[in-house]
T-cell receptor, first 116, second 116 residues
Framework: EAQVTQNPRYLITVTGKKLTVTCSQN?????MSWYRQDPGLGLRQIYY???????DKGDVPEGYKVSRKEKRNFPLILESPSPNQTSLYFC???????????????FGPGTRLTVT | AQSVAQPEDQVNVAEGNPLTVKCTYS??????LFWYVQYPNRGLQFLLK??????LVKGSYGFEAEFNKSQTSFHLKKPSALVSDSALYFC??????????????FGQGTELSVKP
C-alpha cells in the first residue's frame, strides 16, 4: 500500500530533551516536506527536500533540523524542544512538481507533540 | 504574498442538504488549488484539485469545487451531505512559480458538522 508513515504518533517530552520524529514514504517520491498544524493557522511548512541531500527552510524553520540521506526517509529533529513547539506535525511527499502541472501531496497520519 | 482564506470556522448542515465550504485565495498568476479533508486522528486526505481547464472539478466522495477566477474563489460543494462528511476541511494553493518542494499554502480550516 502506498503510504507515508510517521513515528511516534504521540509524544510527550520535556523542554530541552532532543527528539526525532521519523518519516518514511514507499512511493519513490522526490519531494518531501514537514508541516505543523496549529489551531486557526492551518498547516505551515517547516522544511522541505527536493532530493537526497537537498533540503531547505520552509516558512517556520526555527528550532528544527532535517536530513535526507535516503530518498524514502526524512526525519524531523528538535535539538532542544520548547513549549511553543507543541503542535501536530505532518510529513508529506509528492512526485517532482513542474511549472506546468501539479501533483497532490500525500500526508502521513500526524505526530502530536507536547513539550512541557 | 500568497494566501488562502476560509472565512467560516464552522459550517453546520442537516443531512441530505447541500453543503458549501468557502475558500478564497490570493496568488499572483494562475494558481493550483486543492481541497483536503482531515478526519479525527487521521492525516490529510486529498479530495480534489484544479490545475487548468473546466472550472468545475469533481473529486472523491461526491465532492466538487468551482474555480472562479474573477472572484478568486474555489468553494467546495456537495449536493447532499452525509453525517460521515463531518470533518475538518482545508483549502490549499500552490504557487507554480515558487516551488519550495511543492509547498502548499493552507487556509485555517473549516469544521463541517452534518447533523442527522
Amino acid at each position: 500500500e502506498a503510504q507515508v508513515t510517521q513515528n511516534p504518533r504521540y509524544l510527550i517530552t520535556v523542554t530541552g530533551k532532543k527528539l526525532t520524529v521519523t518519516c518514511s514514504q514507499n512511493m519513490n517520491h522526490e519531494y518531501m516536506s514537514w508541516y505543523r498544524q496549529d489551531p486557526g493557522l492551518g498547516l505551515r511548512q517547516i522544511y522541505y527536500s527536493m532530493n537526497v541531500e537537498v533540503t531547505d527552510k520552509g516558512d517556520v524553520p526555527e528550532g528544527y533540523k532535517v536530513s535526507r540521506k535516503e530518498k524514502r526517509n526524512f526525519p524531523l529533529i528538535l535539538e532542544s524542544p520548547s513549549p511553543n513547539q507543541t503542535s501536530l506535525y505532518f510529513c508529506a511527499s509528492s512526485p517532482r512538481q513542474t511549472q506546468w502541472g501539479s501533483y497532490e501531496q500525500y500526508f502521513g497520519p500526524g505526530t502530536r507533540l507536547t513539550v512541557t | 504574498a500568497q494566501s488562502v482564506a476560509q472565512p467560516e470556522d464552522q459550517v453546520n448542515v442537516a443531512e441530505g442538504n447541500p453543503l458549501t465550504v468557502k475558500c478564497t485565495y490570493s496568488v499572483s498568476g494562475n494558481p493550483y488549488l486543492f481541497w483536503y479533508v482531515q478526519y479525527p486522528n487521521r492525516g490529510l486526505q486529498f479530495l480534489l484539485k484544479y490545475i487548468t481547464g473546466d472550472n468545475l472539478v469533481k473529486g472523491s466522495y461526491g465532492f466538487e469545487a468551482e474555480f472562479n477566477k474573477s472572484q478568486t474563489s474555489f468553494h467546495l460543494k456537495k449536493p447532499s451531505a452525509l453525517v460521515s462528511d463531518s470533518a475538518l476541511y482545508f483549502c490549499a494553493v500552490r504557487d507554480p512559480f515558487n516551488n519550495q518542494g511543492g509547498k502548499l499554502i493552507f487556509g485555517q480550516g473549516t469544521e463541517l458538522s452534518v447533523k442527522p
